[in-house]
């Protein structure tokens, strides 16, 4: 049995180099989707993995597949988007919501317009969904550089952004700390989505993100207790998806997002805090 | 109560507004150092957008309102549309250390010294028993509270107060205006906006009656006539889609 977890391992460098991008990947996004997820803001990040693509695109075009002009592109077009939807709700009527929509909407369109001029459908695949086997070194440095500054930033903007999300306006009252640590944030958000579509492509990367982060809330009360569970949870997921792709001969993106995606289930149905079941149990309320 | 002759606040022909339509216009005066407030007006009076032009959060559409020397960081200011995230996970004793943003900041810790002053802001709002209790799971009155609490570590020298008894019951109001008449005796300047007038007369010395402009303003009783409430009911008119452009000058209202 112990053989079976370990073996494809040991054997295979490939397999290797996947397990450690992934825990690496797993240290750094899902604290940051933890935060994503109580400002409310779980869509967000999906409209910002979309919104990297074209930038990859033009890293794509430059340098072929290549790592670090891929990310550079990915992180300067996630960075203008959200510099340019930030200003427009600053400056106009609309929303932070609809100004993101309307940008990550004309981004994700000039991306795949970009790829499918010059590149073939299989190079759009590999840019749409991430090729987890095939991580080279600069690759895993990447994500591994990303996930050390995630975790040192946020250990530096822990307090306001805990307040950013729980009463903003007090926030914006007491410090002029609110839109730079919203802005440094939004910067994490775009730097994870970039390292981790190396691995899961630009769509799915969302997923790891995000999908530990929705599965903590419903095992932990606060929020640094959340963000252990979020990536535990994400490691556990990386091991085991790795695993079933390996015997089942799946694809490796999603049968790790899948993973996960069945913890959320698991959670959601049991969770200890606000799980489905524990609402339908008839019990006895308490005296006080 | 040391008495400084110079104003806390002082408006100079302040207009602010939205849009530029005024919500509030031509307002002249001082309120006194120490002083004890009433804002008090019709839904629509200006009252919140005043408290708001206070603290910066809009910008004067003409005229202008000093500060004298105080730092916007001394004041201290309990908004009626609060955007506080109620599911938010965290605890009772956490939401109310934020008070002390300004010793703390990004990054020191909150030590014993620190503890034992959030204790005490806890234990004055009889919230002693809910320090570990996370705010979802608390009333509307105990989170009421929980703002003031904070409010009181806040140790501001100015404090506004947009309808803090918005539907809080009796017990907690006297409990809370109990606090506001410490702060006052503390010499903190304190205006409050409310629309019960009888605990307006009971507990405040001064009010500024508004209506879109100033109607009156001056001792609580002088102040709240039926002449005066009945000028600001007819004064304060909605927002008019094509009003002309305001050409009135500098006028000292009284």
Known sequence: MIHALIDPFVEFAFMRRALVGCFALSLGAPPVGVFLMLRRLSLMGDAMGHAILPGAAIGFLVAGLSVPAMSLGGFIAGIAVVLLAGFVTRSTVLRE???????????????????????????????????????????????????????????????????????????????????????????????????????????????????????????????????????????????????????????????????????????????????????????????? | MTQDPRPAISFHNLTLGYDRHPAVHHITGDVARGELLALVGPNGAGKSTLLKGIVGQIKPLSGSLSLDGLKLREIAYLPQQIDIDRSFPITVFDAVAMGLWHEIGTWRGVDRGRTVAVQDALRTLGLQDLAGRSVGALSGGQFQRVLFARLLLQDAAIILLDEPFRAVDTKTVDDLLRLISRWHQEGRTVIAALHDLDQVRAHFPRTLLLAREVVAWGPTKQVLTPKNLAKSRQLTEAWDEHAEICERGERVSA
């Not at chain 1, 795949?112 to 299989?122: D, E, H, M, Y």
């Not at chain 1, 839109?179 to 390292?195: D, I, K, Q, R, Y």
């Not at chain 1, 959670?267 to 006895?284: D, E, F, V």
Request: aromatic residues 10%; glycine residues 6%; contains cysteine.
């Open chain 1, 97 to 288: 919501d609809a100004s993101l929509a309307a940008f990550y909407l004309v981004s994700l369109a000039l991306g795949v317009l970009i790829v499918s001029v010059k590149g073939s459908s299989i190079d759009l695949l590999h840019v749409l969904f991430g090729a987890v086997l095939a991580l080279d070194d600069s690759a895993l440095i990447l994500i591994a550089a990303i996930a050390t500054l995630t975790l040192a930033t946020l250990a530096v903007i822990y307090r306001p952004l805990v307040l950013e999300c729980f009463d903003p306006s007090f926030l914006r009252s007491v410090s002029p700390m609110s839109s730079p640590t919203h802005f440094l944030f939004l910067v994490l958000v775009v730097l994870n989505l970039v390292g981790g579509f190396q691995a899961l492509g630009t769509l799915m990367v969302v997923g790891i993100m995000l999908l530990p982060a929705i599965t903590a809330r419903f095992w932990a009360q606060d929020i640094s207790n959340m963000i252990v569970v979020a990536v535990a949870s994400a490691f556990a997921a990386s091991f085991i998806g790795l695993l079933l792709s390996y015997y089942a001969n799946l694809p490796t993106g999603p049968a790790i997002i899948l993973t996960i995606g069945a913890f959320y289930l698991v959670s959601m149905l049991i969770g200890m805090q606000g799980g489905l079941l524990w609402r339908l149990l008839p019990r006895k309320h308490l005296e006080a």
